[in-house]
């Protein structure tokens, strides 16, 4: 990924998600920033991308007494564009964000870790972690954190395959005996309007679920092209979208959002899933080894249904939403109102009373972790909607109806054997540089 160089340029690579910073208020270089290191909550961040900025951002824009003292990145380069960003004089130029949050970096040069070993370090010196690498590296980088004992912030999706769902499950236990705050980046969870309507649901508005609907399709994100003296490795960290280890297909990786949506309303995590999809228009190598689409059923313990469909193809219907359907009325998350039966609105949220959710899930971990609360353990969630999506990704490539418990059970990992820049890959070019493809009806995971 090319270093941000205009404030487009970054908003549009980093992720900021979603626009969040640029809906967040002014800040000043206030004096109260100016505290000591040994007074401050530190912070970790692990994986100084996109998201990795905007992530360590919002935590320096909480309330609470924060700084950042260590960074670690599988690139140097990376690491020194987050770096110069964080340190602006004014990150309007950066993120159209006016203000600074240089006072609250205090990353010695000796606290900048690269390569693949730098997690277990700059973890070490922190109170909280922020882990937003790719994918791929989450349980690992979990594990660690929880053995260190620190609070985290870790994105979604929190693994590729069923083997790192397990290692996180297993760590998210530890976490709770240790009384660690996690919270995950599904932040939706975070979400005013979200909150409401699931509390609307509690409260009966719609009755019994039924059925829900939920939506990932636009035209698709970045792909970095191979450069000359790349190892595979490095190759295909530089573009990690497209390898299953690392990224999970897109299904997993952005799809999540929507699927963790309707299991969060159901309370529940679909026992099976069958579906079908393909690449059809991104079949270049440049794309790996993903689909474009997917469409998949997800079916619950109780016989309801979950529909998802995600789809990165140029020129289609764009729709990012969910929608969640009961015995007495449908609840529209995009709309952000429900209706009864007849399509009349019974509910419509205030737009006007609209948060951040990126900057709320910060705001309220910091603010836990200041006043000592144990209030978030959002792993297992995660770790289990994340599951969902990846069980849609092995019924979309099997073409098979594959099991909930019998998929995370499998041990089943995509994980090169090491990470090294000349690992053994698990996927691997072929003469003309095109990656194997998932075949629906030959390719299997189960008998
Ligand atoms: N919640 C949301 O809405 C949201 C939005 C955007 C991204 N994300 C998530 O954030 C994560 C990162 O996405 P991104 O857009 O920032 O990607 P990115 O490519 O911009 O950043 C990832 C960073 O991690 C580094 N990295 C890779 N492997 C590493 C390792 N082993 N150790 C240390 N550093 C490593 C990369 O070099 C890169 O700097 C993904 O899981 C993504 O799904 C979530």
Redesign the pocket.
């Known amino acids: ?1 090319k270093t941000p160089t205009t404030r487009r340029d970054f908003i549009k ?3 900021l ?2 626009g969040s910073l640029m809906a967040m208020p002014m800040i000043s270089n206030a004096g109260f920033f100016n505290t000591s290191v040994d007074d401050a909550i530190k912070i970790a961040l ?7 900025t905007g992530a360590a951002l919002q935590a320096l824009l909480t309330k609470q007494n924060v700084k950042l003292v260590a960074m ?4 140097r380069d ?1 690491l020194d564009d987050c770096y110069k960003n964080l340190t602006a004089d004014d990150l309007s130029d950066s993120v159209g964000y006016s203000g600074n949050v240089k006072d609250k970096v205090a990353v010695k040069e000796e606290a900048k870790f690269v390569g ?1 070993d ?2 277990k370090k700059a973890i070490a010196l922190a109170d909280v972690v922020i882990l ?4 791929g ?1 989450r349980p690992l980088h979990f594990e660690e954190a929880v053995k260190q004992g620190k609070h985290i912030f870790m ?3 929190v693994a590729t395959d069923p083997a790192g769902i397990k290692r996180v499950l297993d760590a998210a236990q530890i976490a709770k005996q240790k009384k660690l705050n996690v919270v995950v ?1 599904l ?1 939706r969870h975070y979400q005013n309007s979200y909150r409401s309507l699931y509390e609307k649901l509690k409260e009966g508005t719609i009755g019994e679920i039924v059925s829900g609907q939920v939506w990932w399709n636009n035209e698709g994100v970045w792909m970095n092209p191979r450069k000359p003296n790349q190892t595979e490795m490095e190759y295909q ?1 530089r573009n ?1 979208y497209y390898f299953n280890w690392i990224c999970g297909d897109h299904i997993v ?1 952005q799809h999540i ?1 929507n699927m963790d949506v309707m299991n969060w309303f159901k309370g529940d995590f679909p026992v099976k899933a069958q579906g079908m999809g393909g690449r059809q228009v991104r079949t270049g190598k440049e794309y790996g080894e993903i689909f474009d689409h997917h469409y998949v059923e997800f079916q619950y313990a109780d016989g309801s249904i979950m529909n998802s469909q995600c789809r990165h193809i140029k020129g289609t219907m764009s729709k990012v939403d969910e929608q969640i359907v009961g015995t007495k009325g449908t609840i529209y998350c995009g709309a952000m109102n429900i209706t009864d039966r007849k399509g009349k609105v019974i509910f419509q949220f205030d737009k006007e009373k609209e948060n951040d959710p990126y900057q709320t899930e910060h705001d309220e971990l910091f603010a836990a972790i200041a006043k000592k609360e144990y209030k978030f353990w959002d792993a297992e969630r995660g770790a289990k909607s994340t599951m969902t999506a990846i069980l849609g990704r092995l019924a979309t490539y099997s073409g098979q109806v594959v099991e909930f418990e019998k998929a995370l059970n499998s041990g089943l990992s995509l994980q090169p054997s090491t ?1 090294a820049w000349d690992a053994d890959m698990p996927v691997k070019p072929d003469a003309n540089g095109f990656y194997p493809i998932a075949v629906p009806g030959v390719t299997k995971y189960f008998s």
Do not use: I, L, N
């Open positions: 990924m690579q980093s992720t998600a979603a692990v994986g100084c991308g996109g998201r990795g670690a990145d599988a690139f990376r693949f730098g997690y937003t690498t790719p994918p590296f994105e979604k999706p980046g932040q960290m990690w990786e959002h990470y």
